[in-house]
């Protein structure tokens, strides 16, 4: 059983879209026995907080359901979780703040190290931006968790 945690700054727009894709990704494949996915946000602004309306409705266009609710990533995640995949640099930086003598450093990465463009270094935030900034970044998701599968896939 491998443990995968999504992490964002609010954990209502890219980690629980992430969480839903790749969970269905994983649910095609059959492997539910083999994955625990959940997602978490390194602010508290949103706890307790549905996904954003915004994201729900793009990724339900694309048969995805986001039912995630927020919460805020604690240092305990290090303990349960096996990998903690990050959205960008600043998501990075804040969660190996809680890990000072990166005891867990070896499983904290971000996602587009799986994208099949190289020149991506980050999931863009959707949260200021239009209605298309979401679709974006389900393109995004889709490619690199496909990818992330794949690779954790081979491994186990
Ligand atoms: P997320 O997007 O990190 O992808 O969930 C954001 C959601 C909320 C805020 C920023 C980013 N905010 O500032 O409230």
């Not at 894709?21 to 959940?38: M, P, R, W």
């Not at 096996?82 to 969660?95: E, L, P």
């Given at each position: ?108 990465f971000k996602?587009?190290d ?43």
């Amino acid at each position: 059983m491998t443990k995968i945690l999504f992490v964002c700054l609010g954990n209502i727009c890219r980690s629980p879209a992430a969480e839903a894709v790749f969970l269905k990704l994983v649910e095609a494949k059959g492997l539910s026995e083999h994955f625990e996915v959940d997602s978490a946000g390194t602010s508290a602004f949103h706890t307790g907080d549905n996904a954003d309306p915004r994201m729900i409705e793009e990724a339900r266009l694309r048969g995805i359901s986001v039912p995630s609710i927020s919460r805020q990533f604690v240092k305990k995640d290090f303990d349960i979780f096996d990998q903690i995949v990050v959205m960008d640099d600043s998501n990075f930086k804040n969660v190996t703040k809680l890990d000072p003598d990166k005891e867990h450093a070896h499983k904290v990465f971000k996602l587009t190290d799986y994208s099949s463009n190289s020149e991506l270094n980050f999931v863009p935030d959707p949260y200021f931006g239009g209605q298309d900034g979401f679709g974006l970044v389900l393109d995004i998701l889709e490619d690199c968790c496909q990818n992330l599968l794949t690779h954790l896939n081979k491994k186990n």
